[in-house]
């Protein structure tokens, strides 16, 4: 959830929330539940609820009411909980008969309950949307380019002497390496590089605060060097390059996958730069004899389940499993 004291112009801390007439806490519900929440989570946010809106506006006895995602949160909470769960219910099983990927539906079902649960915070309901989540049979292959994938993207990158070409080497560093995520590279100043004690403060997915990320010495070389590049100005670490050499601006997270995408198809790879945070992780499972524990800390997850996953697909757990049944 957002940060709830800060709410927009008419709605009132929640403390206070039951002293403001009912309508003007109603009319600014989408506003609160957006307020103070990432660009990038608000804009998703906003997708999600147009979907329901959307998915609620198809049928018949609701399409008068479904002219606006204010409006359709507004008699979501007007429902009794039975009603509310039984439509919950219903938008699950048309995401899954679209062929939604469980991630997409579930962090859909999750934007409702969150706004469910806002409503019940500024007492406009007292109950939850209990929809549970589907489960995420499909999770994608956790595997990525792999060890030799990446070695063979680094050398590639290697080869071109300019600007970009050490630019490039340190981001592709930084996704495996350090197994960070593109937002978290594309987000980073100058000043979250701190090279005496060789750490990185990165915005991890989901924090509000910055943590430190400890480089290797490889990982280190090569972002020294593109400082060097860059020059120690203050402002983006990472930005693009145009013919010149000089700074365009900050370096966008849709511009480091063409780059990696790029870099895996010259190679005859088919990669992203998620696909080589799976990799480093893969690897990490590998170098430490399957320490979830260490593994975990590693990928920065909050739920160990997920490193399981990966866990799963390096031995391919199922697999051998089935081997043995069939041997038996």
Known sequence: MGDLTRLPDGIAPVGLAAALPLDR???GLIDAFLASRKPNTVAAYRRDLEDFRAFVASRPEAAAYADSVDRV???LLALAPGQANALALGYRAS??????????INRRL??????VQLGKTLGLVSWELEVENVDGVAYRDTRGPGRDGVKAMIAQVQERSDAKGVRDTAIVRLLHDTALRRGEVVSLDLEHYDPAAATLAILGKGRSQREPVTLPDATRAALD??????????GPLFFRLDNAGAGGGRLTGAAVYQLVQALGADLGIRTRPHGLRHAAITSALDATNGNLRAAQSFARHRDPKVTMRYDDNRADLAGQTAKLVAED
């Open 95 to 104: 995401l899954d008969a679209r062929g939604l990927a469980p991630a997409t």
């Open 25 to 27: 806490i109603q009319e």
């Open 73 to 75: 949160a507004r008699e």
């Open 110 to 115: 999750a934007a409702l309950r969150s706004l």
């Open 225 to 234: 060097e593109w400082i060097e590049v860059r020059g120690r100005h203050p």
